[in-house]
């Protein structure tokens, strides 16, 4: 291993991280398992990208056909990209009704930032103080959530987004006060000069640690927002596609009507995909002053590979298994904030779960990390997210089923009560 972490070094270099004090090398997936190199098997509780499975048979047949029929760009008629176009869109409300496809995240969100811009002659741009979006110049210039050289853009202001498993104030006062918050930047943008062009959000705030929100502040946003003249942008790429376990999209449990939305990693089960929904009248408004084409994106075989995700999810009725499934595992994690100390809070939304660790009210990101390194000794794979990297992170395929969730909750009861403070 040490060999190939040199050559990787001397290749891809040394600043594109590892997960773990000893890196894992996979050679195989199956559905939600991964085999290293030494043929052991481990549990994904982490990676939403292989949406349906890793490798999933429906996914590879259908891209392995479709390549050996056609693929070729959208300057040509091909009828599997309008029927896959129908089919996405019918997940929407019919108030969004068009699609602009793309090839990841980033250019999704890159995208939803340039409609937004020329629809509302305007620049500037509301984000959380905690998140991630993407890496083109744009995005860089907006992340809070990792380290850039960028720097937060002079057209950006930031939003803390309040958690109220944490915070000791009342939530009427929370809610007044991280809308004050929100005036202000409104009102240093516009003083300014630039305008507000957007806000983007993945409403589910994932990057955040999936902070409790005081009840009417999505709402309140929103109704800034529109107010001053800018676009609602929803990043999905996180919170999408059943994730939840209640809603297909994020921005619908936050019970919202963004003006566009960005999707990206679960879209493919890895095959680079990603898409703009907006309306006709917005479509309507950029798009003849802009002629936009994207060679590889919207290609039979990408459009093969959607329709199969969605297949299976409905076949399998994932996203009502990831509700089942998400309220038996957030009672778990309930039960284990209850019986340490040093887990402050549960969090879950369907197959989306967490525990915040804290030692005297303090984050404590050493013990997140124990129990990670914890887990994968016993072959389960999780991460951590929050601003401290204080909050355990579950978000495993939406495949993962009833045989792996007592397997994955075991060995997290069994890592917590390992853990030394």
Known sequence: M?????????????????????????????????????????LDGYNNVPHVGHCNDRVVTAMCEQAATLNVHTRYLNSRIVDYSEALLSTFEERLDRVFFGNSGSEANELALRI???????????????????????LAQMTTGLKTREGLGPHVRTLRIPDLDVDPRPESEVLAATLAELDSAIASLQEAGYGV????????????????LPEGLAAGIVERIRAAGGLVIADEVQSGFGRTGTHMWGYQRAGLSPDLVTLGKPMGNGHPMSAVITSAAMMDEFGPYNEYFNTFAGNPVSAAVGQAVLDEMADKDLMAQARQLGIRALERFEDFAARHDFVRTAKGAGMFLGLDFAVDDEPAPALTKQVVEAMKAKHVIISR??????????????????????LMLDALEESLGEVSI
């Open 2 to 42: 040490s060999s190939l972490i040199t050559r990787r070094n001397h290749t891809i270099g040394p600043y594109s991280p590892l997960f773990y004090d000893e890196p894992l090398e996979f050679v195989s997936a199956k559905g939600v398992w991964f085999t290293d190199a030494e043929g052991e098997k481990y």
């Open 116 to 138: 937004s811009r020329q629809l509302t002659d305007a620049t500037g741009l509301i984000v959380s103080d905690f998140s991630y979006h993407g890496t083109t110049i744009s």
């Open 197 to 212: 062009a957007a806000c983007l959000f993945d409403w589910l705030f994932s990057t955040e640690g999936m902070p409790r």
């Open 385 to 406: 997210i929050g601003r401290n990297d204080s909050v355990l992170k579950v978000r495993p395929p939406l495949a993962f089923g009833p045989a792996e969730l007592p």
